[in-house]
């Protein structure tokens, strides 16, 4: 089990690093469902790999993460309607 919570957490690092990469290097936008969905996955594989851990801090962060992310795409979904969904 420890090894799939690691898993979990270097992916969920590899998640919110790629986004932030891509963001940077002008091949997503802010705005994508991309980008929200790889900063909500990631944040997700943080707080199983911190919740296990016992770094509840990090966990706390990564809930509140979530959150911002779900709002995000919820502001994105009400904006765009449900036909368009920019992956970009």
């Known amino acids: 089990m420890k090894l799939a919570v690691e898993v979990i957490g ?7 690093l790629g986004a932030y990469a891509l963001l940077s290097a002008g091949r997503l936008k802010a705005k994508s469902l991309a980008y929200h969905l790889m900063n909500i996955l990631g944040a997700l594989g943080f707080v199983v790999n911190s919740g296990w851990n016992g770094a509840l801090p990090s966990a706390a962060l990564n809930v509140i993460w979530i959150g911002i992310g779900t709002y995000a795409l919820f502001q994105r979904r009400s904006r765009h309607g449900r036909g368009e969904l920019e992956t970009e």
């Open 10 to 16: 270097w992916a969920g690092a590899l998640l919110i």
